[in-house]
């Protein structure tokens, strides 16, 4: 399938600008200041971060930048579990120090929550400075008619009022919010792909999904099982 959209997908010289999008972005939130309290350390220690788990979707996802590489997502095809990076907690202890243990924090709040069905997960939508909701629906929109061609649902956190919104615009439907470390509120965020057989119409579901049988899911660079 083809699939034409105002976003190009990353490739591995593509990273350092994701990082730089990605450290932008998250900066001058508060989740980004309880994080890495000491302002003069956030954005090395946001971008050592976000490098490592950028290089992991690209091995077990995709990241796309708008046309323009002024906005990106990056994405984990979750159809089975995802091992954790190489030497993660070598690397995480190197670019935390001290902040490791917020970091781990976060991770784990917001995995015990993670629905447990196969889907595609957003886990960057990075749109920094000025005009950031008109690109930050740019790449949404392109990036995400690539991942409805996976026939799979999205899953997505959002950290903001203003991203919940914009996720809800897109066709996503929220699920109940849970509070973040720093005293934020996250929303869980699920869109069925327009592809997706065999499963209840549109995106209004009950409950969160549940496991299903494997089946095989492929497009142009990656294929993959479902975690049964």
């Known amino acids: 399938m083809t699939v034409r959209t105002s976003v190009v997908r990353a490739r591995w010289r ?17 989740l980004g200041a309880w994080l890495v309290p000491d302002e003069r350390c956030r954005p090395e220690v946001l971008a050592a971060v976000a490098r490592i788990w950028t290089e992991h979707a690209l091995l077990f996802g995709d990241a796309f930048l708008l046309s323009d590489g002024t906005a990106a997502t990056v994405w984990f095809h979750r159809y089975r579990p995802i091992p954790l990076p190489v030497r993660y907690a070598e690397r995480l202890d190197a670019a935390c120090g001290a902040d490791r243990d917020r970091f781990r924090r976060l991770e784990r709040d917001l995995a015990a929550r993670r629905p447990v069905e196969a889907h595609n997960h957003l886990a960057f939508l990075a749109a920094p400075g000025a005009g950031r909701t008109g690109r930050a629906a740019a790449v949404l929109a392109g990036s995400q008619r690539w991942m409805d061609t996976l026939s799979l649902p999205t899953y997505a956190e959002a950290f903001t009022a203003a991203d919940r919104d914009l996720h809800l615009r897109h066709g996503y439907t929220g699920r109940d919010a849970f509070p973040l470390p720093d005293g934020g509120t996250a929303h869980p965020m699920w869109r069925v792909s327009p592809y997706w057989a065999g499963r209840l119409g549109g995106n209004t579901v009950a409950r969160w999904p549940t496991r299903r049988s494997p089946t095989s899911v492929r497009n142009d660079r990656v294929s993959g099982y479902a975690h049964p």
């Not at 990082?19 to 001058?28: C, E, K, N």
């Open 14 to 30: 593509d990273v350092e600008r994701i990082v730089d999008l990605v450290t932008d972005t998250l900066s001058p939130t508060p």
